[in-house]
């Protein structure tokens, strides 16, 4: 795999960065479901050209020298539905000073190496710079191996744990601060 570079996503990464998801989402999410994966189909409008949006990307380089889209990660604003979520959960994160992470999605051969810790950060440190955020929210399937794992071991505070709902979800606040604290300067800057 050799060295990987986290970015910004840009218009030359979206087709990588979606069969990177794509290929997630039939690993570990059973498949595509056009009610929560539609951003998948728009990419670049939902990402690249939407106002405070953005998607980033972990590249790394295949064999052949060519560049591969190992892992993804995207912040957008944050807009819950109510149902499935409860009315105080909306009516609490669905704010203009309020964002949405998602799609933090490594391929299975590039997982275990920090990936997704650099991803987040980078994206968490855009949303709240340039992206002019005050909260970033999450939320993840624990259904999904190693997903609970990984966001109780991150800077996060749950905010509600849904289960036994039909995706056993639980809701997180990243704590940002804490987090750009462990993970520095993004190479860029400094």
Known sequence: MGEVQIRP??????AGAAACMREVLETDLGGYTERWHQDLDELEATYLQAPRAALFVAVGTSG????????TTAVRPCLLASPPNPAWLAGRYNRPDVCQ???VWVRPRARRRGLARRLVAEAARWATGAGGYG???LHTDTGVPGAEAFW?????????DA????WNTVHFELEVP?????????????
């Open 9 to 14: 996503a840009t218009a030359a990464d979206l």
């Open 64 to 71: 052949d020298g060519e560049e591969v889209v190992l892992a």
């Open 101 to 103: 992470l998602v799609r």
């Open 135 to 137: 909260t970033v929210y």
């Open 152 to 160: 109780r071991s991150m800077p996060t505070v749950e905010v509600l």
């Open 163 to 166: 289960r036994p709902d039909p």
């Open 178 to 190: 804490k987090l750009l604290t462990l993970h520095g300067e993004p190479e860029a800057l400094r």
